[in-house]
């Protein structure tokens, strides 16, 4: 149980680091350009693979973290990646929807 808290307290941390990334403005939220932006980043597509999220398009994902307000906060984004977490990817869920 030690080692599942752990392992989600690290995982939380990361995905807080990656909006971080994404956050250029540093307001809290996440706009569809900003979220383009850092989606384009090798970097960041590598550490979303990591997280085992696995982007092929940029504005379906947007759009499932999205509440309909056109930004993505830091909850709605960590919610939203936590749920993608060990689910279908993200084209497969998009695929669904």
């Known amino acids: ?47 979303l693979n990591m997280l085992d999220i696995e982007v092929h398009e940029v504005n379906p994902l947007f759009d499932l973290l999205d509440d309909g307000d056109g930004l993505v906060t830091t909850k709605e984004f960590c919610e939203g990646l936590r749920k993608l977490k060990g689910q279908a990817r993200a084209m497969d869920v998009i695929s669904i929807s």
């Open 1 to 47: 149980v030690q080692e599942q808290l752990k392992n989600s307290s690290q995982y939380a941390q990361q995905v807080r680091d990656l909006f971080e990334i994404a956050d250029k403005s540093g307001n809290g939220r996440v706009s569809r350009a900003e979220f383009e932006e850092a989606i384009a980043n090798p970097a960041v597509s590598h550490y």
